[in-house]
């Protein structure tokens, strides 16, 4: 040991610039070899000390604490030097190629790292072999390009396995995709609509293929949409597409489509505001671009709130009845109730079967758990004077039996 530090002291205090430049090199070479071989050296006795217990019986709580204090190193080199000396211990091949030079240590701790994530059961034949063509790729790529080939080495040495265990881990993927599946419109209140979501990746495939052939930018050289602004543009062409095929599943009994409530002012003097049905707000310059659009339904209201038309006037529930219904009241129309008018149903408050017309007086909105709800027989339902409904409660939930409102719905 002290001829080793006397050794390494002449090499530090020795001149460098009068080497020349094959010399600088050829030095830097030998000195980094020697240093691999003194790291192989200080692991074997690190794992000598922590093979006996000596930190341990010095009342550290471990070998790397230990060391960290011993060598005034941070505690995740430590561990890290721990580590690898207990691995060099368990491969005698690895542990030659560290003193031999032919890996350093920070590849050492990536072929060790490898080794000790194989699948078990793959046989110490199949183990040595991958452990060996590691230690010669370490002679061409660095630490993190080494680590990738680890990733990989499966394949090298038994390719079969690796298919297998692919397979897997490819399922394994799909099926996590496919429950954690998720889209959302988020209204932010200030006009903007933020969408989120997961897709797997058959979905998503699915999706850049409708949207592709519409995110091109235009031929021209003024196309002022970023690409980001394209793909928005395309999501909504898409869709708006598939509302004119007439092939969508009917949705609360009618096709598909978009109803904006458009207060007549805002047809007759271009003032105020339209309202989609999902709550969204337009300016009267957008509504009437809308309007033209033969799968936006317009509904008028007059002065006092009241529906003068309603798209195609038929009295039919899955017609413009069920659509007044809608812009009346905006949804589930029992107390407290959040559900939206396109999960919800047109319930007959005087049955059609006791000769209940098929009217909006006579017709309210409900979700599917009120409907049942209220044909359980102890809520009842009506319109008020102003032509809202009103539930009133059994004897047992409300004594008093006051009739009740829904004002989730805010009314414009």
């Known amino acids: 040991m002290e001829q080793l530090s006397a050794v390494a002291g002449k090499c530090a205090a020795a001149s460098v610039w009068v080497l020349s430049d094959d010399d600088l090199v050829d030095y830097l070479d030998t000195i980094d070899r020697a240093m691999q071989?003194?790291?192989?050296?200080?692991?074997?006795?690190?794992r000598e000390i922590d093979g006996r217990g000596l930190p341990v019986a010095r009342h550290c709580s471990s070998t790397a604490v230990w060391l960290r204090e011993r060598q005034r190193t941070s505690v995740h080199a430590a561990k890290r030097m721990v580590d690898l000396a207990r691995s060099l211990g368990e491969r005698p091949a690895l542990d030659s190629a560290l003193a031999a030079g032919a890996v350093n240590a920070e590849q050492a701790t990536v072929i060790a790292t490898t080794i000790r994530d194989l699948p078990a059961g793959l046989g110490p034949d199949l183990v040595g072999e991958a452990e060996a063509v590691l230690i010669d790729q370490a002679e061409q790529f660095e630490p993190a390009i080494l680590r990738k080939a680890g990733e990989r080495i499966l394949s090298h040495v038994a390719p079969e396995i690796a298919d297998a265990r692919d397979a897997a881990a490819l399922r394994r993927q799909e099926a996590r995709a496919w429950q954690t599946r998720a889209f959302?419109?988020?209204r932010l209140g200030d006009g903007r609509v933020r969408v989120t979501g997961w897709l797997d990746e058959a979905?998503?495939?699915?999706v850049d293929a409708a949207l592709d052939p519409l995110c091109a930018p235009r031929h021209d050289n003024d196309e002022p949409r970023t690409p980001g602004q394209r793909r928005a543009d395309a999501l909504v062409e898409v869709c708006g597409l598939a509302t004119r095929t007439g092939e969508l599943p009917d949705n609360g009994g009618q096709p598909p489509h978009v109803v904006v409530t458009v207060p007549f002012d805002v047809l007759r003097r271009r003032l105020g505001a339209?309202?989609?049905?999902?709550?969204?707000?337009?300016?009267?310059?957008?509504?009437?671009?809308?309007?033209?659009?033969?799968?936006?339904?317009?509904?008028?209201?007059?002065?006092?709130?009241?529906?003068?038309?309603?798209?195609r006037a038929r009295r039919l529930v899955t017609g413009s009845l069920?659509?007044?219904?809608?812009?009346?009241?905006?949804?589930?129309?029992?107390?407290?109730?959040?559900?939206?008018?396109?999960?919800?149903?047109?319930?007959?408050?005087?049955?059609?079967?006791d000769g209940g017309s098929t009217s909006l007086d006579n017709s309210v909105l409900l979700c599917g758990h009120h409907h049942r709800l209220i044909h359980a027989g102890q809520w009842t339902?009506?319109?008020?004077?102003?032509?809202l409904p009103e539930f009133t409660a059994p004897a047992h939930v409300d004594p008093r039996r006051r009739s009740r409102r829904n004002l989730y719905h805010q009314r414009t």
């Open 381 to 387: 339902v009506r319109l008020g004077d102003d032509g």
């Open 203 to 206: 979905g998503a495939a699915t």
């Open 274 to 311: 339209g309202t989609l049905d999902t709550g969204g707000r337009l300016s009267h310059t957008e509504v009437r671009r809308l309007a033209c659009d033969a799968q936006i339904i317009p509904a008028v209201l007059g002065g006092d709130g009241q529906i003068l038309d309603v798209g």
């Open 37 to 46: 071989t003194l790291t192989a050296a200080q692991l074997h006795l690190i």
């Open 322 to 353: 069920r659509r007044a219904l809608e812009l009346r009241d905006r949804g589930c129309a029992f107390p407290g109730c959040d559900r939206p008018p396109r999960w919800c149903d047109g319930h007959h408050i005087r049955s059609w079967a």
């Open 184 to 186: 959302q419109l988020t």
